[in-house]
């Protein structure tokens, strides 16, 4: 779950401010990948390059950055510890640099995905070039290329399994992100317009040049929509906050608990307990807290997974003492993290019932196209029933949402959705 960003500044006094602004971009995207940091600029018909394995608030160096010029680049963050410095995205292969999101269905992956683009270019122009490259690489991604002349390609694969916006150019900065609040985070007030599964554009100083292919098979990721998304962020038109609102409203009609208070795992399922809340009357409370705003779901070992657990999630026992609580949460995927936290929540703060409800459904298989789930072995819901669930990790009861229910929230048909983690079943892959 990358995030990538790229920009096309349309002044050329921008060649010294281009690079700090996708640092911005990237640190607006830091919940896609808190474990590299890399941004290629184009200058004087050569890559300019800074990469580093930080997360992006601590990789933004000014003085580092202000080493690599251009008016026009692209950037990426990642959840992938690389060995080689050269594999930190974004990745420079065949004379293009790229950073993208998802994995490409290919023997080399995201290289030979930029071996066969740089083809493409020889022999045609940039937004045809990414068109055909997309028509021949199967999977579930997003890409923005970039060439040393200083174009930017970017696009998303035939059925838009990952996101991907686009703002601007025609007198402003042209601008590409993985989400739309990055364009937040540098200052953007154009609406966003959103690229279409199998859409590819190239951004020049001047223009901005579209090529589509042909297909009717929309499989948006959505798990997206749940957890990876970031709350200011709309994904192909519809708005993530409101989708939030709604799974807590429907988790409340599905689930009306009898309980104290309720109260939502930070950060992702606030916004579901405070639609419980309000649809319930059940007070929302404030109850845990947070060391480092880190996403420990996305760390790559199980280690730093229990340690980023202690430094986000720390009941507090003022709040939850010898209370009936509702804990609401974006998923369940090991269940590793919500037993330790309900044991510490009945032993150290006293709670009485303890009831989980899930803003999502039962997430039971691998995703191959990049979100991090682990090994099927490894899913709690993939082997046990509710009950079964609730004892294992300590609830009284558990509750989770169906696809249908998801689809209903997110507000398009469940037949645009991929739900391949929730279901074991990838629609229409070759």
């Given at each position: 779950?990358?995030?990538v960003?790229g920009?096309?500044?349309y002044?050329?006094d921008w060649?010294?401010?281009?690079?700090?602004?996708i640092g911005?971009g990237?640190?607006?995207?830091?919940?896609?990948?808190?474990?590299?940091?890399?941004?290629v600029?184009?200058?004087?018909?050569?890559f300019?390059?800074?990469k580093?394995?930080k997360?992006a608030?601590?990789?933004?160096?000014e003085?580092?950055?202000?080493?690599?010029p251009?008016?026009?680049?692209i950037?990426?963050?990642s959840?992938?510890?690389?060995?080689?410095r050269?594999?930190?995205q974004p990745?420079?292969?065949?004379?293009?640099?790229?950073a993208y999101?998802?994995?490409?269905?290919?023997?080399?992956?995201?290289?030979?995905?930029?071996?066969?683009?740089?083809?493409?270019?020889?022999?045609?122009?940039?937004?045809?070039?990414?068109?055909?490259?997309?028509?021949?690489?199967s999977?579930?991604?997003?890409?923005?290329?970039?060439?040393?002349?200083?174009?930017?390609?970017?696009?998303?694969?035939?059925?838009?399994?990952?996101?991907?916006?686009?703002?601007?150019?025609?007198?402003?900065?042209g601008l590409?992100?993985s989400?739309?609040?990055?364009?937040?985070?540098?200052?953007?007030?154009?609406?966003p317009?959103?690229?279409?599964?199998g859409?590819?554009?190239?951004?020049?100083?001047?223009?901005k040049?579209?090529c589509?292919?042909?297909t009717n098979?929309r499989?948006?990721?959505a798990f997206?929509c749940?957890?990876?998304?970031?709350?200011?962020?709309?994904?192909?038109g519809?708005?993530?906050?409101?989708?939030?609102?709604?799974?807590?409203?429907r988790?409340?009609?599905?689930?009306?608990?009898?309980?104290?208070?309720?109260v939502?795992v930070?950060?992702?399922?606030?916004?579901?307990?405070?639609?419980?809340?309000?649809?319930?009357?059940?007070?929302?409370?404030?109850?845990?807290?947070?060391i480092?705003?880190?996403?420990s779901?996305?760390?790559?070992t199980?280690?730093?997974?229990?340690?980023?657990?202690?430094?986000?999630?720390?009941?507090i026992?003022?709040?939850?003492?010898?209370?009936?609580v509702?804990v609401?949460?974006?998923?369940?995927?090991?269940?590793t993290?919500?037993?330790k936290t309900?044991?510490?929540?009945?032993?150290y703060?006293?709670?009485?019932?303890?009831?989980?409800?899930v803003?999502?459904?039962?997430?039971?298989?691998?995703?191959?196209?990049?979100?991090?789930?682990?090994?099927e072995?490894e899913?709690?819901?993939r082997?046990?029933?509710?009950?079964?669930?609730?004892?294992?990790i300590?609830?009284d009861?558990?509750g989770?949402?169906?696809?249908?229910?998801?689809a209903?929230?997110?507000g398009?048909?469940l037949?645009?959705?991929?739900t391949g983690?929730?279901t074991?079943?990838y629609?229409?892959e070759?």
């Open positions: 779950m990358p995030g960003f920009l096309r500044a002044y050329e060649v010294n401010s281009t690079s700090r602004f911005y990237l640190i607006g995207l830091q919940h896609r990948g808190q474990e590299s940091f890399g941004i600029t184009a200058y004087d018909s050569k300019k390059v800074y580093c394995q997360q608030r601590d990789a933004f160096d003085r580092k950055l202000g080493r690599i251009g008016c026009v680049g950037g990426a963050v959840i992938y510890k690389e060995k080689n050269k594999n930190v990745i420079i292969e065949n004379g293009l640099a790229l999101d998802g994995r490409f269905q290919l023997e080399d992956g995201a290289r030979e995905f930029a071996r066969m683009l740089g083809k493409e270019l020889e022999r045609n122009q940039p937004e045809q070039a990414g068109a055909n490259a997309i028509e021949k690489v999977g579930g991604y997003a890409f923005c290329a970039l060439t040393k002349d200083g174009t930017i390609i970017f696009g998303r694969d035939k059925r838009g399994v990952k996101p991907l916006s686009h703002v601007g150019l025609g007198f402003d900065n590409v992100s989400e739309t609040c990055a364009f937040n985070v540098v200052g953007s007030k154009s609406p317009q959103y690229v279409e599964p859409e590819c554009y190239a951004i020049s100083r001047y223009s040049k579209k589509k292919v042909e098979d499989k948006l990721c997206e749940v957890y990876l998304a970031n709350i200011l962020s709309k994904l192909d519809f708005a993530i906050s409101a989708v939030r609102r709604r799974i807590g409203k988790l409340a009609e599905k689930y009306p608990v009898s309980a104290d208070i309720v939502g930070p950060e992702t399922a606030r916004p579901f307990a405070l639609a419980y809340s309000n649809a319930t009357g059940i007070p929302v409370e404030e109850g845990f807290a947070r480092l705003g880190e996403r779901a996305i760390k790559p199980q280690f730093e997974r229990e340690v980023g657990v202690q430094l986000k999630l720390n009941p026992r003022e709040v939850t003492a010898r209370k009936n509702i609401i949460d974006d998923s369940v995927v090991r269940g993290t919500v037993r309900f044991k510490f929540m009945r032993d703060c006293g709670v009485k019932d303890l009831h989980l409800l803003g999502s459904p039962k997430i039971v298989a691998r995703c191959p196209y990049g979100t991090e789930v682990p090994g072995d899913l709690i819901a082997h046990l029933s509710d009950r079964e669930i609730a004892e294992a300590g609830a009861s558990i989770f949402l169906t696809v249908e229910d998801l209903d929230c997110i398009i048909s037949e645009e959705l991929c983690c929730f074991g079943k629609q229409g070759d």
